[in-house]
């Protein structure tokens, strides 16, 4: 699919479809549409008189051969009230406009920027928008979505002055949306299709592709290292674990900026090992692996974006199996870290793999460390899929500041407490720490407290994407399954320094 930007009058423009928004005003018709109104002889004053549009939020109304445009359709999008109108509405615009087309077989389509602000923000949500709404699941059916592909996509509305902009925000809006559709893409995969081996060469290549550096520890660099965490769920089955290590290293680093770990879960396939899941949606457990996939995508937009940050992303990854060598609940295991810990559930496996992740990033150089990860049922109970779970070190100034990202690319995220009595909960009877808290509730809490006793006192971050990662129903905007949530908060997190 092909993104362009076009500062020809939108009258003029040859497309299957003009795309515009409407807004939920008393008077929907102003501006460009209502020049549009004026020259379909009162069209859409008519059909908002019916109220057949309202300018409520996604409503589509499709308008064919409207007089006047040189476009085949035109598509009125609602656009909720114009005081709450932003660019993650505008985002939202531009997947659920794209999806609706193209069910409808359009194969080129126009976006009218509403005039709102014709600025580069607006270029990047409208790309992003398309270029994520674009991305199907269907890679395994014969019958392919993609078969009624969009081939053009074309931005209009931009005088020539505003061109220049609108085409910067064009193009960074094409880096995240791709690198956010490759981490999907690779969540998509089932687990035959992506070991932890598969993994890392595909982590490989990318880096390769996009000049970043790539090391992959294989499972004797991971025993030599000591990474008895990892090594722990790894035993469980055949297929042996990675750790995979890509960096980024600015031409011109800023002076005194940090160097930031991002540290990603990748359990390919999450069985919950000898304390086994139940069979019902065990599934999904292919999507455990969101957390690396992620940090990977972010990766990938960074290379592009050249920011003057070092970033050193590292994903453990393995399965998690409940074979004849699979650790036992009771089992104490080393980490790298040298803290031992009393495995009491072996299906609380993300924290494990995490601990030596974090301990790795750290003797890698990174100062304030982020970690993405499918963690825990338990906040899928607190949040629901709405929002991905925060939770912050002592520290409080680094989370406001992916608090802040969050907020500007419009994903929510909502802080959870870290009060010290939670730790208390991890406390080990027979090791340092146990890997599930006694009992008292608050697992995404104390599983949140697992990870950081390995952060120590390094700046850090732990979101937990599970109820997040994964879409059970498909949005206007968006296809089911994965979502690549977090992306382009970390993006912005990292761009901002
Ligand atoms: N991968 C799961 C978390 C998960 C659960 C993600 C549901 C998505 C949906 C994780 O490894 C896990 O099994 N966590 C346990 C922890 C428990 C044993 C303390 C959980 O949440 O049940
Ligand atoms: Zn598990
Ligand atoms: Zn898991």
């Given amino acids: 699919m092909q993104i ?60 064919h051969a409207p007089a006047g445009l040189k476009a085949t359709r035109l598509l009125l999008v609602g656009a909720g009230k114009r005081d709450k109108f932003d660019v993650a509405t505008l985002r939202k615009i531009s997947g659920a406009a794209l999806r609706y087309l193209k069910a409808r077989s359009v194969k080129h389509l126009a ?16 790309a992003e928008g398309a270029i994520t709404a674009n991305f199907e699941t269907d890679k395994y059916k014969s019958d392919k979505k993609n078969d009624k592909s969009i081939d053009s996509v074309v931005i209009a509305g931009y005088s020539d002055k505003e061109k220049a902009a609108g085409e910067k925000g ?24 992506l070991t932890p081996k598969i993994l890392a060469e595909k982590a490989e290549a990318m880096a390769k592709e996009s000049g970043l550096a790539a090391d992959i520890l294989d499972e004797k660099r991971i025993a030599d290292l000591k990474m008895g965490a990892l090594l722990s769920v790894a035993q469980g089955g055949p297929e042996p674990p990675r750790m995979i290590v890509v960096t980024y290293t600015p031409a011109n680093p800023k002076p005194g900026a940090p160097v930031i770990g991002l540290v990603g879960k990748a359990v ?117 899929n709405i929002n991905v779970g925060v939770f912050g070190g002592s520290d409080q100034s680094w989370t406001d500041k992916l608090l802040a990202s969050a907020k500007a690319v419009g994903e929510k995220m909502w802080q959870m407490p870290m009060d010290d009595e939670y730790r208390e909960f991890i406390k080990g009877s027979f090791a340092d720490i146990q890997n599930i808290g006694s009992g008292k509730g608050g697992g995404s809490i104390t599983g949140a407290w697992f990870i950081r006793e390995f952060a120590g006192d390094t700046p850090w971050i732990h979101l937990d994407i599970a109820g997040t990662a994964w879409n059970d129903d498909a949005k206007p905007w968006l296809a089911k399954g994965p979502t690549g949530v977090a992306l382009r908060t970390l993006v912005n997190l990292v761009m901002s320094y």
Avoid: W
């Avoid at 976006?111 to 607006?122: H, I, K, P």
């Avoid at 960074?172 to 687990?191: C, H, K, T, W, Y």
């Fill in 111 to 126: 976006f009218l920027v509403c005039e709102n602000g014709l600025n580069e923000d607006s270029a990047q949500a409208i």
């Fill in 170 to 193: 064009l193009t960074r809006g094409r880096i995240i949306a791709e690198a956010q559709n490759f981490a999907r893409d690779l969540v998509n995969e089932p687990s035959n299709k």
């Fill in 268 to 384: 390919t396939f999450d069985t919950g090992g000898i304390s086994i899941k139940p069979a019902e949606g065990m599934e999904k457990m292919k999507y455990d692996m969101a957390g690396g996939a992620t940090m990977l995508g972010v990766m990938r937009a960074l290379a592009a974006l050249k920011p003057n940050v070092k970033v050193i992303c590292v994903v453990p990854s393995t399965e998690n199996m409940p074979g004849g060598k699979a650790q036992k609940p009771g089992d104490i295991q080393t980490a790298m870290s040298g803290k031992t810990i009393e495995v009491l559930n072996t299906d609380a496996e993300g924290r494990l793999i995490l601990a030596d992740g974090v301990h790795y990033a750290k003797q890698l150089g990174a100062t304030h460390l982020v970690d993405a990860a499918t963690l825990t049922g338990a906040i899928v109970v607190a949040l629901a």
């Fill in 4 to 63: 362009t930007l076009e500062t020809k009058p939108y009258a003029t423009l040859e497309t299957d479809a003009l795309v515009s928004c409407v807004f939920e005003d008393t008077d929907p018709i102003q501006g460009t549409l209502a020049e549009i109104d004026k020259s379909a002889n009162g069209l859409l004053r008519k059909l908002s008189t019916s109220a057949e549009f309202t300018g409520k939020p996604l409503e589509m109304t499709l308008i």
